[in-house]
Structures are given as structure tokens and as C-alpha cells.
């Protein structure tokens, strides 16, 4: 598992743990598969944000194998 701050870790169909807007104080996690890369940088401190298949969006925490 790596963590999902580098754009080139992550594509579509992967499935990732993300943490969602109104979980960001508490830390949940959220599990899904990625639909949508929605950050343009390559790299982000908190997590490159994504859409995940189910229409949540948040930033990638965890990229499982």
C-alpha cells in the first residue's frame, strides 16, 4: 500500500481508500474503486483528490494493491 499524494500512482479502476470533505476532521476512511482523477498538479500534500465509481469524491489516504 502507498500513500496517494504523487498523480502518476494513481488511475482509473484502482481501488484506494479516500478520505471525504466532511471526514476530514475525524480522518474516516472511505473505500472505492477510482473513477476520476480531479487534481491537475502531479503532486498534492493531502492527497490527490479523485471521484471514486459510487460518485463520492475525496483524496486518496491509502492506494491498495
Same mark, same amino acid.
Given at each position: 500500500m $502507498? %500513500?496517494g $499524494?504523487? @498523480? $502518476?500512482? *494513481?488511475r482509473?479502476?484502482?481501488?484506494?481508500? !479516500?478520505?471525504l470533505?466532511?471526514?476530514? #476532521?475525524?480522518? #474516516?476512511? $472511505?473505500?472505492? !474503486?477510482?473513477?476520476? *482523477?480531479l487534481t491537475?498538479?502531479?503532486?498534492?500534500? =493531502?492527497? !490527490?483528490k479523485? @471521484?471514486l465509481? %459510487? +460518485?463520492?469524491? +475525496? @483524496?486518496? #489516504?491509502t *492506494? =491498495? %494493491?
Amino acid at each position: 500500500m $502507498t %500513500n496517494g $499524494t504523487k @498523480r $502518476t500512482d *494513481i488511475r482509473s479502476g484502482l481501488e484506494v481508500s !479516500i478520505v471525504l470533505k466532511q471526514d476530514q #476532521k475525524t480522518g #474516516k476512511l $472511505t473505500q472505492g !474503486i477510482v473513477r476520476d *482523477i480531479l487534481t491537475k498538479s502531479a503532486t498534492h500534500p =493531502h492527497g !490527490i483528490k479523485v @471521484r471514486l465509481k %459510487n +460518485g463520492l469524491v +475525496g @483524496r486518496v #489516504k491509502t *492506494i =491498495h %494493491n
